[in-house]
């Protein structure tokens, strides 16, 4: 029998830390084969096959997702905040240049979906390399893009978005300003008064460094503010990652099981079945918290 040679002897790809918040912990993963490696204007960007994990999108050394555990992520993102808004029209996503909040977005009867990317290249490069992750959604009729700084972007709209998800980078390069005070203000003067919006955010284990500043900053511009959590494997975080949704008026922690799955099954009929992670219990039990973990 042909033996296997030994992991060690192989490529590794080894994820970065971002400063002052990884403790002593990095990950690995074996590189099966290179896609892409090289640099845009905004950041490194690394595409990579795993053979325990498939595709992975790095950008600044730091993993965006893998081919095996994306769903997880972009359903919650994308389901959690449109079915807990009674009758969304118009979404914005903000970053999610891979087109994985938009892929699951756009199962929704929404008239209108807006993104802001500054990155062209990410949208160019997951297109060609990580089609799998927008399937075709790019294309869809009621969506158009701008290539610009969502912090900028987002000043320029008042009272006007049902839903904004903010699935940004780290808190580390062209990502740093979306999680700062002022832009919190923006999200929140953009959304209409039902609004509810969702932001990316980080490890639980950095809850006193990470979740519960960013709750304090939400806290002045909304009544509802929660965490969110589901299990990434591919990240850094011990397994569980952390959203924060926040809503004005709606709270989406205490919508009746009955009421998501009435929603669900009228706004995406047939397309519900193509979910994977997301399901209305799910809905609910994202945002259960072990009492470390509340706010
Ligand atoms: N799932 C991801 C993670 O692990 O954090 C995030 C996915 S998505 C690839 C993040 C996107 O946010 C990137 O394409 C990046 O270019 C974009 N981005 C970063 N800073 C931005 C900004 N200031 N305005 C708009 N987009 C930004």
Excluded at 85 to 103: A, F, T
Excluded at 128 to 151: C, M, N, T
Excluded at 252 to 266: G, T, Y
Aim: include cysteine; charged fraction near 25%.
């Amino acid at each position: 029998m042909k033996s296997i040679p030994p992991y060690h002897n192989r490529p590794w790809f080894i994820e970065t830390s971002f400063p002052g918040v990884r403790r002593c912990k990095k990950d690995a993963f074996l590189i099966g084969k290179e896609i892409f490696k090289g640099k845009s204007d905004f950041q490194d960007i690394y595409i990579f096959e795993s053979p325990g994990f498939g595709r992975i999108l790095v950008l600044d050394g730091i993993i965006q997702f893998s081919q095996s555990d994306e769903f997880i992520y972009h359903e919650t993102i994308a389901h959690v905040p449109l079915l807990s808004h009674p009758s969304p029209k118009r979404l914005l996503v903000v970053g999610g240049g891979d087109g994985g909040v938009l892929r699951e977005a756009v199962k929704h009867p929404l008239a209108e979906l807006y993104q802001v990317e500054i990155d062209r290249k990410v949208v160019a490069l997951a297109k060609k390399h990580l089609p799998f992750v927008s399937r075709g959604a790019f294309s869809d009729k009621r969506f158009s893009i701008s290539f610009e700084d969502g912090r900028k972007f987002i000043k320029r709209y008042k009272d006007f978005f049902d839903v904004i998800v903010v699935d940004s980078t780290d808190p580390v390069g062209p990502g740093k300003v979306l999680f700062q005070g002022d832009f919190y203000k923006t999200v929140f003067e953009a959304l209409t008064s039902d609004g509810i919006a969702i932001f990316q955010l980080g490890p639980f284990l950095d809850f006193d460094l990470i979740v519960k500043p960013t709750a304090r900053k939400l806290t002045p511009y909304c009544r509802y503010v929660h965490p969110v959590r589901l299990p990434m494997p591919s990240y850094s975080c011990g397994c569980e990652y952390c959203f924060m949704i926040a809503s004005k008026k709606i709270d989406p922690a205490s919508i009746p099981p009955s009421v998501i799955a009435k929603r669900l099954k009228e706004r995406l009929g047939t397309k519900a079945s193509s979910l994977k992670y997301y399901t209305p219990p799910m809905h609910l039990a994202s945002m259960v918290m072990p009492r470390m973990w509340q706010l």
